[in-house]
């Protein structure tokens, strides 16, 4: 049968395909619209399969804050090209599925992709995505904060790693906020004080410190002495409030937050294309 111009326009404003895509589609199902969605979705599922064992390492990551500051989430959409990653469709997908885990309370990246947005099931949506883009499109983290103080969402330019921060009450400054998340980005601490470091991880560094100290021929009892230095050390490199603040080196962040009067940290996340949690 023959198809016309308005019909492909129409099934391409409704699905955003390709103009060729859309008449091969509406030519397969005889010109019924519904059934040439329906195609051209199962054209996203085969695309998306072909391309599941591709590297998704390119992307960006949004953060969706409310207007009291105590709730925030952070999400990071994946592709496989920076070319990708600018497409306005893509970034508005994104900034979707954030509002969508924030609504909804979703941290994990598999569940999102049963609930529903704009009609279709979050899976239904990216696989789409994947049809009329040509690239494997995934939904690598979700980071969400629900404080009964304050938080802080900071981007680094580029959008390939963002952080939240929060705090124990309000921030009456927020730039305050904003410098410690900066200190988060830049130097990515492990934890926010040392007693919530994982005491596996204390047990590794001091038995690296004390095997370090034995290879360079210190006594038994001496390298278990010394070891306990090198873990203060470490403790001043990858926790957050005993870590030197970036921006003046003669104070602690914890000193910083004191000298400003502003609440302790609480918590933090910190997301960045090809990292996992």
């Not at 129409?10 to 005889?30: I, S, V």
């Not at 019924?32 to 329906?38: C, G, N, P, T, V």
């Not at 947005?117 to 690598?140: P, R």
């Not at 603040?245 to 502003?262: C, I």
């Amino acid at each position: 049968m023959s198809i016309s111009a308005a019909d492909v326009k129409a099934l391409r404003d409704r699905t955003g395909a390709g103009m060729m895509d859309c008449k091969k589609a509406l030519n397969e199902a005889n010109g019924d619209m519904d059934a040439a969605i329906e195609i051209l979705r199962k054209k996203g599922q085969k695309v998306s399969e072909k391309r599941a064992d591709r590297e998704a390492n390119q992307g960006i990551i949004v953060t969706h804050i409310n207007e009291e500051g105590n709730k925030a989430v952070a999400l990071a959409l994946n592709c496989e090209t920076d070319f990708v990653a600018r497409n306005d469709e893509f970034i508005q997908a994104a900034n979707n599925f954030a509002k969508l885990a924030f609504e909804k309370n979703i941290t994990d990246s598999e569940a999102i992709k049963n609930e529903s947005l704009n009609g279709k099931t979050v899976a239904e949506y990216l696989k789409e995505l994947v049809g009329k883009i040509g690239e494997k499109i995934e939904i690598s983290r979700i980071e969400l904060i629900d404080s009964d103080g304050s938080i802080l969402s900071y981007i680094h330019p580029g959008n390939q790693l963002a952080v939240l921060v929060e705090f124990d009450g309000k921030l009456e400054d927020e730039e305050i906020g904003k410098n410690v998340a900066m200190q988060v980005a830049a130097m990515n601490p492990i934890a926010v004080t040392k007693d919530d470091v994982d005491s596996s991880v204390v047990e590794k560094e001091l038995e690296i410190a004390k095997q370090q100290l034995l290879n360079e021929g210190k006594p038994e009892h001496i390298a278990e002495k010394a070891s306990q230095g090198k873990l203060r050390r470490f403790y001043e490199e990858r926790v957050l409030l005993n870590q030197k603040y970036v921006k003046d080196s003669g104070l602690t962040v914890k000193q910083y937050l004191e000298q400003n009067g502003a609440p302790n940290v609480v918590t933090f996340k910190r997301l960045q294309l090809g990292e996992t949690a």
